[in-house]
């Protein structure tokens, strides 16, 4: 069973945006090179998206690549500035994906796209 219920449509103009565990949702394909990525489907507005929509990596204007990189470095204790040199993506944003990725940019793997944005209980540890 695939449990969906921390994912919403990523469709602004949609009925259920941003609804979690709507059940709109359902898998649709599977992608990666283990077939481990989803690609989800919404029956209210007929779109298909990416499960990796809407975490971290994707509220970024980066390419993954880079944005990969920045969490790596950070992931690595690398100080925001030092980050942004390493990496040449500006300071502004190096802060933005320190605040994104939380604490998970330490796991930074795959399992940091399997949170949701709105998933940060644990802010405080
Ligand atoms: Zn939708």
């Given amino acids: ?16 945006y941003g609804k979690r565990g709507a059940e709109n949702l359902s898998v649709c394909d599977r992608y990666g090179p283990s077939k481990q990525r989803r690609m ?5 507005c007929g779109s298909r998206f990416s499960e990796r929509k809407g975490t971290a990596l994707f509220h970024s204007h ?4 880079r944005a990969m990189a920045v969490l790596q470095h950070l992931g690595e204790s690398c100080g925001v500035r030092k980050t942004s040199r390493l ?5 502004d944003t190096v802060t933005r994906y320190a605040r994104l990725a939380g ?11 399997a949170f949701s944005p709105s998933n940060r209980r644990s802010a405080n540890g």
């Fill in 1 to 16: 069973m695939d449990d969906l219920s921390r994912f919403c449509c990523l469709h602004s103009d949609c009925p259920d």
């Fill in 40 to 44: 989800l489907y919404c029956r209210t």
């Fill in 62 to 65: 980066l390419p993954e690549d």
């Fill in 87 to 91: 990496t040449g993506v500006h300071r």
């Fill in 103 to 113: 604490d998970h940019a330490k796991a930074l793997h795959d399992e940091l796209v």
